[in-house]
């Protein structure tokens, strides 16, 4: 079976101020893992993707996620917020039960940038 | 713009009726996915198609059917509709597996009154 957990349903941050957006996650096989954002009325687009090569990805618009096996962790960062990246994000396990792969996505996490 | 196109952005129905929703995938990508996002269940994976026959399949209920037809679009039907069935309904595409990116249509909006 497998599970993920984003640990906040909502962050704010100022503009300029970093981002932490926090997933732990549960798999009995390897996962692959994923964060996807979605901006207001849009579908899902994604911003990175881990498949068992770096530790750390690097995304697009600056995020980059850490891979840390032994917290079964996989948090979102970002150096420094911009407006733009105001949006719902969500982390994603990929794995697989028997021969059939299975897709579980989190709660999701609302991002609120402030001026 | 992903490259998935879904028809029709918007769907009004009635309790018991059926409908039938659509996604052409990018061009290239032999993957299909159908998603389900509604405020109460967060989003959820119904079912994947690969190159026209099923590969994987989540949370969908029996109400429902999916097809990949041979140019690869793909058709979801959502019969003897309920109230909680409303629901934005998201179409994916990717070249091959789960591992790979999926590029998501715009997706379609769907309220059963």
């Known amino acids: 079976a497998q599970s993920v957990t984003q640990l906040d349903s909502h962050v704010s941050v100022s503009e300029g101020t970093p981002v932490l957006l926090r997933c732990n996650y549960s798999s009995s096989y390897s996962p692959s893992l994923f964060w996807y954002v979605q901006h207001p009325n849009k579908g899902l687009q994604l911003l990175l993707k881990y498949t068992s090569a770096a530790t750390l990805v690097k995304g697009i618009n600056g995020f980059e996620a850490e891979f840390k096996k032994s917290e079964t962790s996989f948090h979102l960062t970002k150096p420094s917020a911009h407006m733009s990246d105001a949006a719902e994000y969500f982390c994603v396990v990929s794995g697989r039960t028997g021969t059939a792969s299975k897709l579980t996505f989190g709660t999701g996490t609302r991002l609120q940038v402030t001026l | 713009d992903s490259g998935v196109t879904q028809t029709p952005k918007h769907l009004i129905t009635a309790t018991g009726q059926r409908v039938t929703l659509r996604c052409s995938p990018r061009?290239?990508?032999?993957?299909v996915y159908w998603y389900q996002q509604s405020l109460d269940q967060g989003l959820q994976f119904l079912i994947q198609?690969?190159?026209?026959?099923?590969?994987a399949k989540g949370n969908i209920l029996e109400r429902f059917s999916a097809q990949q037809f041979p140019d690869l679009h793909s058709e979801l039907n959502l019969s003897s509709l309920e109230l909680g069935d409303s629901a934005l309904y998201f179409c994916?595409?990717?070249?091959?597996?789960?591992?790979?990116?999926?590029?998501f249509g715009p997706g379609t909006r769907l309220l059963v009154l």
């Open positions: 061009s290239g990508d032999l993957s």
């Open positions: 198609y690969y190159n026209g026959e099923e590969r």
């Open positions: 994916a595409s990717s070249v091959g597996g789960f591992v790979e990116t999926q590029y």
